[in-house]
């Protein structure tokens, strides 16, 4: 069975990918990768390089030797890209690097709704009864921009309560988004500052419906990757992996990310379905 590691993307993405692991099984062994809490990135201010090692010792912890296949969503995909170059210095090989929806460029990495937007979403929550969850949103949003040490650090005790309506996990999330976000962004400069494109096999696992009209096809991946393959999946960069588009990418994960062999027991409907 072939192994891939898998990183989430800003917001954990559990439920989600936790069926992408169950779909592609048992061609694909897929090992989550797991990112540091919230808390432990604010107080121990971590960097991008402490990340990034941080992600490599599992890696070298499971997978000691041979080659590495590594794949992420959104953040994780680019952080992946990240790791496949440590893991390069460090002397191993990368078989296959995934990227799912992940971006390269710094206007497809921000996704800040408008005002706008946020009435939408507000009044969308009302309907579907999850106040709960754009009320913490807010507050977190609030937080942050504050930069309240104090205040923070209160939240993040907070998880030490059982508190109604999930009020916890709705306040972590986006913290834990924002400040993702800023690492993912000094990735990007970084990247954008070095020149050498990374020489391995890697799949760019693109959403059709992106939500900057001006997204290049390839997401501004080509500047750093040698060879890149792009498949086109339905949905946008939050519902391809949703379950009504999970059967699809499931299909095309298999066929990218599988060595020959095991790829090649994927139905030609699904390659069909991948190559549409």
């Not at 072939?2 to 592609?24: I, K, Q, Y």
């Not at 995909?77 to 893991?87: E, Q, V």
């Not at 009209?213 to 391809?240: F, Y």
């Amino acid at each position: 069975m072939t192994t891939v590691f898998l990183l989430p993307g800003l917001g954990g993405d559990e439920r989600e990918l936790a069926a992408l692991r169950a779909g592609c099984a048992p061609t694909l062994r897929c090992l989550p990768i797991e990112l540091p809490d919230w808390t432990e990135l604010y107080t121990r201010a971590l960097t991008l390089d402490q990340l990034i090692e941080h992600c490599r010792l599992q890696i070298e912890t499971l997978a000691p030797t041979g080659g590495v296949r590594l794949a992420g969503y959104s953040f994780g995909g680019t952080i992946a890209y990240a790791l496949a170059a440590a893991l390069i210095r460090s002397g191993r090989r990368i078989d296959r690097l995934g990227m799912l929806d992940a971006p390269a460029e710094p206007h497809v990495a921000t996704t800040s709704p408008s005002l706008a937007g946020r009435w939408r979403r507000f009044a969308t929550a009302v309907r579907d009864r999850d106040v709960t969850r754009e009320v913490c949103g807010t507050m977190a949003g609030l937080v942050m921009r504050t930069n309240n040490a104090r205040l923070l650090l209160s939240i993040g005790r907070l998880r030490r309560f059982h508190l109604p309506f999930n009020i916890v996990h709705h306040l972590n999330k986006p913290i834990t988004c924002r400040l993702r976000e800023k690492l993912l962004l000094d990735l990007i400069d970084r990247m954008h500052a070095d020149q050498a494109p990374l020489d391995v096999p890697a799949v760019l696992f693109r959403s059709t419906r992106q939500h900057a009209i001006d997204a290049a096809p390839d997401l501004g991946w080509n500047k750093h990757i040698r060879s890149l393959q792009i498949i086109d999946l339905p949905g946008d960069h939050h519902t391809v992996i949703k379950p009504d588009n999970i059967a699809t990418l499931c299909q095309a994960f298999v066929w990218a990310m599988a060595d020959d062999e095991a790829a090649s027991k994927v139905t030609d409907r699904a390659i069909r379905a991948v190559s549409a």
